[in-house]
């Protein structure tokens, strides 16, 4: 025998698997516009990760200069 539920019940069915905050149809958006949006997203993490990577190679050689003057001077020292 199945069983009918009503509308209201259904609603708060459906509320309690996907959440309160989720999107409804009229507020989703277009497929063209979340691949723009990721695309966006791409470039802006591509470029800082090219920004992080300019910092580390900098901080190598800083590291690398550095740890070359402290043998220096530690060898001047003796």
Avoid: C, W
């Amino acid at each position: 025998m199945a069983r009918k539920y009503d509308h209201e019940y259904k609603i708060q069915a459906v509320k309690l698997d996907i959440g309160e905050g989720s999107h409804t149809p009229a507020s989703a958006m277009s497929l063209s516009e979340e691949i723009t949006l990721l695309r966006k997203r791409v470039k802006e993490q591509e470029k800082e990760i090219r920004r992080l990577k300019e910092e580390n190679e900098f901080l190598e050689g800083a590291s690398a200069f550095f740890a070359a003057s402290r043998r220096k001077s530690a060898k001047t020292r003796e």
